[in-house]
């Protein structure tokens, strides 16, 4: 059972916004760090965004900051990476993690995944 699910992605053009959600699956992560990253097909997979579970702490990656934000709503378990101004260097798939302990930007230390979103923004 894959301990992650997201949703939300899709085809957006540029300049347009996306939100994407990522639930747990069987269990609960309420005492872990959450993570965003993103890889495109080739490339090594790149952190997008962090937050604790239960403190609300970010982390964000230079090339969202200021048009993505991450967020959390406890009574949905569920966490959000709202996207906007979205730039077509911004396609990749999207996988939402989580890791026990601090915040990290080092995608090896995450040890629970979801299988991905696509997002596509076309210019």
């Known amino acids: 059972q894959v301990p992650l699910v997201e949703s939300g992605g899709g085809f957006v053009q540029a300049g347009g916004s996306l939100r994407l959600s990522c639930a747990p699956s069987?269990?609960?992560?309420?005492?872990?760090?959450m993570g965003w990253f993103r890889q495109v097909l080739g490339k090594e997979r790149e952190f997008v965004a962090a937050i604790r579970w239960s403190g609300g702490s970010t982390y964000y990656a230079d090339s969202v900051k200021g048009r993505f934000t991450i967020s959390r709503d406890n009574t949905k378990n569920t966490v959000y990476l709202q996207m906007n101004s979205l730039k077509p260097e911004d396609t990749a798939v999207y996988y939402c993690a989580a890791k026990s302990g601090t915040l990290s930007m080092r995608y090896v230390e995450y040890g629970y995944w979801g299988k991905g979103t696509q997002v596509t923004v076309s210019s």
């Open positions: 069987g269990r609960t992560f309420s005492s872990y760090a």
